[in-house]
């Protein structure tokens, strides 16, 4: 069943000449699902060596210029520049009089909403913010990716419409955010998408220490059944050592961690106490087991030294007082409930969401790009 109801003749936009300022990575795959949708892209612009060759493969045919003259030729003009220099080329388009009155103005910024745009909507300019809730790669697979999209939106009330309809016919699903809460939204998405190709990343680089032949075959089925589970269950889903209240396994991940990879401990240990805390607001770590737990946490924080464990089992085996008896015996903390599956099955995307190509206090007609050569970021611009 489609959520959205159908658009009506005179909420759906008409076919519009459609330009593009900056050829990062989002630009181009959004005036390209327009295309397919009917509108017709004339201009578009771009700075690096990158985002012209994107700009000719994506866009065939269509002239690059500098921005002024992509709001010249455009009725729809897509701003797919970084976040930082958003506001000083609205600004700058606005000053030197190349917005019209009419003309849509579209930014992607999932930062922003359609306040940053209020220079241009004072000459006159229609102000839309559609971010897509994607990863891109700067080839004609985003087009693809777009079907079935989700896009922050925020618009004038009178223009919710027209933004919903050009969402739609990229191929995506209108996710309406208003205007305060568009900095939390972008901050959720990049929460989610962002920080977990730098845990992968790390993943992969652990389990080539560790003398994994295909790290990535190895991860690949259990993230993706832990990103189902997580989607359909939120928190339920948490498995693992900490959430198990396993501290001696923790400290010896520390360990290990502190001499194969010591610029990785940070990370761990700032995941694994927020990982604690929510496994305990939810009743899944026990609290006689979290206090050793958090110690372990606390104390592994110190500093580079900081209880770095002896071999495992030894007098001086830091976790020797965490260690876990024999299943079944009578100090066994997992005998009252069966332990989950092996810990190796437990434990475990400008979106458009890229650097500029320069500086970003570039002037109108020399615009960093959205997106340069990045690679896929979740999502999220």
Known sequence: MNPHPPIEAQDRPARLTVGVVGAGRVGPALAASLQLAGHRPVAVSGVSDSSVRRAAEMLPDVPLVTPAEVLARADLVLLTVPDDALADLVSGL????AVRPGQLLVHTSGRFGTAVLDPATRAGALPLALHPAMTFTGTSVDVQRLAGCSFGVTAPEELRMAAEALVIEMGGEPEWIAESARPLYHAALAIGANHLVTLVA?????LREAGVQAPDRMLGPLLGAALDNALRSGDAALTGPVARGDAGTVAAHVAEL??????????YLAMARTTADRALAHG???PELAEDLLDVLADAGDGPTARTAPAPGSPGDGS????EPAPGSPGDATAPHPAPGPDTAED???TAEDGPDTAPDASPDDVPDDNPDRGPEGGTR
């Open 320 to 323: 020797a007082a965490h260690a």
């Open 202 to 206: 790390q993943s992969l680089e652990l």
């Open 258 to 267: 502190r001499r194969h990879s010591p610029q990785s401990v940070a990370g």
């Open 348 to 350: 475990g995307p400008d």
């Open 94 to 97: 606005a000053e030197t009089g």
């Open 284 to 286: 899944l770590l026990k």
